[in-house]
């Protein structure tokens, strides 16, 4: 399953809530699927599964507060779901969408179930969890400080480190160089705002709230949200299934789409 095996175009629209833009691109028809990037990898780590997807339903790909022409709305988690929130209800959908979130846009779509329980039908939650463990509390932290010191280029081979495992990184380094190029573009206050809000993020309690059914997947490489957060998240969640893809890293729709695409087919149609 790749890109090239479809013609879809996809639209670039802004979508506004207040004075505040947000750009996206959308294109298909049917069950409407909103997608939230992570923080080391923008919109374009769907780039492989969105012509996918839109061949069976209606995608909306944003770009996060902050990232590519979406302005910054601050740091907090709850305040970026909140604002989410608002757009996929300005959308105009005619019936409740998918969220489908990876990493940091994986917590938003959480958060967005937890905060606003009408807006999803279903949660994607790839890679993600519902809090970090103190050594992943001070990862963030040790990479913000850094990047405050020395800027985005000293932790690029962090980020990427992150993303990918080594063996994966050594056999693609073209998709490594073009992944790292757009992580030095992502704005330093968005960056440092997420690592704080990530650095002291705890929704253990509020997990039981959320209603719709969830899809929670880990890579079982991944190394930013290591497997067992998806372990207590989806055990936490009242209605999960969790999903282990052998061989993925933090962006497994990325590195391989068509497992990727196997794993939430039924979930999704």
Same mark, same amino acid.
């Given at each position: 399953?790749?890109?090239?095996?479809?013609?879809?175009?996809?639209?670039?629209?802004?979508?506004?809530?207040?004075?505040?833009?947000?750009?996206?691109?959308?294109?298909?028809?049917?069950?409407?699927?909103?997608?939230?990037?992570s923080?080391?990898?923008?919109?374009?780590?769907?780039?492989?599964?969105?012509?996918?997807?839109?061949?069976?339903?209606?995608?909306?790909?944003?770009?996060?507060?902050?990232?590519?022409?979406?302005?910054?709305?601050?740091?907090?988690?709850?305040?970026?779901?909140d604002?989410?929130?608002k757009?996929?209800?300005?959308?105009g959908?005619?019936?409740?969408?998918?969220?489908?979130?990876?990493?940091?846009?994986?917590?938003?779509?959480?958060?967005?179930?937890?905060?606003?329980?009408?807006?999803?039908?279903?949660?994607?939650?790839?890679?993600?969890?519902?809090?970090f463990?103190?050594?992943?509390?001070?990862?963030?932290?040790?990479? @913000?400080? *850094?990047?405050?010191?020395k800027? %985005?280029?000293?932790?690029? +081979?962090? #980020?990427?480190?992150?993303?990918? &495992?080594? !063996?994966?990184?050594?056999?693609?380094?073209?998709?490594?160089?073009?992944?790292?190029?757009?992580?030095?573009?992502?704005?330093?206050?968005?960056?440092?705002?997420?690592c704080?809000?990530?650095?002291?993020?705890?929704?253990?309690?509020?997990?039981? @709230?959320? *209603?719709?059914?969830?899809?929670? %997947?880990?890579?079982?490489? +991944?190394? #930013?949200?290591?497997?067992?957060? &998806?372990? !207590?998240?989806?055990?936490?969640?009242?209605?999960?299934?969790?999903v282990?893809?052998?061989?993925?890293?933090?962006?497994?729709?990325?590195?391989?789409?068509?497992?990727?695409?196997?794993?939430?087919?039924?979930?999704?149609?």
């Amino acid at each position: 399953m790749t890109a090239q095996n479809t013609t879809m175009d996809f639209r670039n629209v802004k979508l506004t809530v207040g004075d505040k833009r947000l750009s996206a691109k959308v294109a298909g028809q049917g069950t409407p699927i909103v997608l939230l990037h992570s923080l080391l990898a923008d919109q374009t780590s769907f780039d492989l599964i969105m012509p996918i997807l839109a061949r069976s339903h209606q995608v909306l790909a944003l770009d996060l507060p902050g990232f590519g022409e979406s302005d910054f709305v601050g740091g907090q988690l709850e305040t970026i779901a909140d604002h989410i929130a608002k757009v996929i209800q300005g959308f105009g959908f005619k019936q409740r969408p998918i969220l489908l979130g990876n990493g940091y846009g994986g917590f938003i779509a959480l958060l967005i179930a937890i905060r606003h329980s009408s807006i999803a039908s279903r949660l994607v939650l790839a890679d993600c969890g519902a809090a970090f463990s103190e050594p992943g509390r001070a990862a963030f932290r040790g990479m @913000s400080a *850094t990047a405050r010191e020395k800027g %985005l280029t000293a932790i690029a +081979d962090v #980020a990427m480190r992150r993303l990918f &495992s080594p !063996e994966f990184q050594q056999l693609n380094p073209h998709l490594i160089e073009a992944r790292k190029k757009r992580f030095l573009s992502v704005d330093p206050q968005t960056f440092h705002g997420a690592c704080e809000a990530l650095a002291s993020l705890d929704l253990r309690t509020q997990l039981k @709230s959320v *209603t719709v059914p969830a899809l929670v %997947l880990v890579g079982e490489q +991944d190394e #930013a949200t290591p497997p067992p957060m &998806s372990y !207590e998240l989806s055990a936490g969640l009242p209605d999960a299934k969790l999903v282990v893809l052998a061989g993925c890293a933090h962006v497994p729709q990325l590195q391989m789409p068509d497992v990727f695409m196997a794993a939430i087919r039924e979930f999704i149609d």
